[in-house]
């Protein structure tokens, strides 16, 4: 179950075969949850720094989530060493 503050609520879910995409309002800011297995990439912008939620769904565009999807790699990596050299892993 989410649990979110009272003045947090859910703006839009974006469909998107990798990712589930989440877009969040609270505190003046839009708040962009992407997931992918057990990591998660948040941003935020400011709601006046935008003309509203569908110009925020336009920086989500193919660019954005390429590199998005590189991060989620690298954050696998760093999460597989580190277990590996914590000895948490058996090989």
């Known amino acids: ?3 979110l ?6 703006v839009k879910e974006i469909p998107h075969r990798q990712f589930k995409i989440t877009i969040f309002s609270w505190n003046g ?5 992407i997931e992918l297995d057990q990591y998660e990439q948040v ?3 400011k ?16 660019d954005f989530l390429k ?3 590189q991060r989620f ?4 990596s760093d999460f597989a060493e580190s277990f590996k050299r914590k000895n948490f892993i058996n090989e």
């Not at 503050?5 to 859910?10: A, C, G, K, L, Q």
């Open 43 to 45: 941003f935020k912008i």
């Open 1 to 3: 179950m989410l649990f």
């Open 73 to 76: 790699l690298t954050m696998r």
């Open 29 to 33: 800011k839009f708040q962009i949850k």
């Open 47 to 62: 709601e006046e720094d935008v003309e509203g939620i569908d110009d925020v769904v336009k920086m989500l565009d193919a």
């Open 67 to 69: 590199t998005t999807m």
């Open 5 to 10: 503050p009272e003045s947090v609520r859910i």
